[in-house]
């Protein structure tokens, strides 16, 4: 699916005839901060690198991840964002089917798809606040599956226990786990499964720069597994798989991520609360539980999901993500990120007028 993600401030740029830079991206689920200060510089100062190949295998940029885990660099390989290694991952481990906790990223879907693979959806319900139906997981489980795992997730917000997900896996380990933890780095305590004791060999785990970071036009994240499984995925990693902007780029950040990820965290737990406040005050929506830095809202009222979002975009020049394309959410859906707080309230006073007129 090339269309229908969060972010396509260029599309719609052009069909509404403005500057990407007019519209106000709720839509995308990067850090409600800008980059660390001083990241551009760095880039331009290192512009000329260009004219070299990148190193081959991101060698300094997987050391480095490494020691800031605890973990072996032949067990990270860095790739141009996590979306190639969601498409090659059934390419390469062939499962028999490939089963989905959603609602969520419709990728992972896309990806089974691609493959010719039968896809199970185990799905959350919305009277439970969408939790994660962890039960008909267990009870669906066969040899030699793939199971795709959002977590935290997108676009509900619900977190899963690295505890849970590491007995899942121990106690089944002719099926392979894909645990996406793109957005894992917004949530605070050691809710990681890269801080695990003891690894399993059939987990895999996704992790991104672009969200946290809020560079995901660089195009930079990384998959860590374990042998012998790492193996499948080192003999059919492409060659300079990172541009040397990107790997300058992870490598510079890490040096910083101490700081700026408590930055995050400290910005997003005030600001979460204050925003939930005022939106459980908004009539004509229902607001869910989240542990991360977006909200899934569900319009009431017989209010269209689609009329809300254009509106919006279209009067107001804000962009919040249409959830339709989620599969399991029935209903008006509608997801937005946090931004800075003068953008946050701007969303809200917009939403509110919104609301508030015949939809």
């Known amino acids: ?47 000329a690198e260009i004219e070299n190949l990148p190193e081959v295998d991101s060698f300094s940029l997987r050391h480095s991840l490494a020691e800031f885990y605890g973990l072996s660099p032949e067990e990270i390989i860095p790739s141009s964002g996590t979306t190639e290694w969601i498409f090659a991952i059934p390419r390469l481990l062939k499962p028999k089917r490939v089963l989905i906790l959603g609602p969520t990223y419709s990728d992972y879907a896309d990806a089974a798809r691609i493959n010719g693979l039968k896809i199970l959806y185990l799905l959350a319900r919305e009277e439970e606040n969408f939790a994660p139906p962890l039960k008909e997981l267990k009870a669906s489980l066969r040899p030699q599956d793939l199971v795709f795992i959002c977590n935290p997730n997108n676009p509900t917000g619900v977190l899963i226990s690295p505890e849970t997900l590491s007995s899942l896996a121990k106690k089944n380990p002719e099926t392979f786990f894909v645990i996406d933890e793109s957005y894992m780095d917004f949530i605070e305590g050691e809710n990681s499964l890269l801080n695990l004791d003891v690894f399993p060999s059939n987990l895999i785990v996704l992790r991104s720069f672009s969200k946290i970071y809020r560079i995901p036009g660089l195009r930079l994240g990384y998959l860590v597994a374990k042998a012998p499984l790492n193996k499948i995925f080192w003999e059919n990693t492409l060659p300079w798989a990172v541009n040397r902007l990107a790997q300058i780029a992870g490598l510079w950040l890490l040096e910083r991520a101490p700081s700026y990820l408590l930055e995050v965290k400290n910005f997003v737990s005030f600001e979460k609360e204050r925003i939930w406040q005022k939106l459980s005050k908004l009539s004509g929506i229902k607001v869910f539980p989240t542990k991360v830095h977006f909200f899934l809202l569900k319009l009431l009222e017989s209010r269209k999901a689609t009329t809300v979002w254009h509106r919006l975009l279209t009067e107001k020049h804000i962009l919040v993500r249409e959830a339709s394309n989620f599969k399991g ?30 939809t």
């Open 1 to 47: 699916m090339l269309r229908g993600h969060g972010g396509e401030i260029y599309h719609l740029a052009r069909q509404l005839g403005i500057s990407p830079r007019e519209i106000q991206d709720h839509s995308s689920n990067v850090s409600p901060l800008p980059p660390p200060a001083g990241l551009y510089e760095r880039l331009k100062e290192s512009l």
């Open 329 to 358: 959410l029935e209903g008006e859906f509608l997801r937005f990120a946090l931004r800075s707080k003068a953008e946050n309230d701007r969303l809200l006073e917009a939403l509110e007028e919104v609301l508030c007129e015949k």
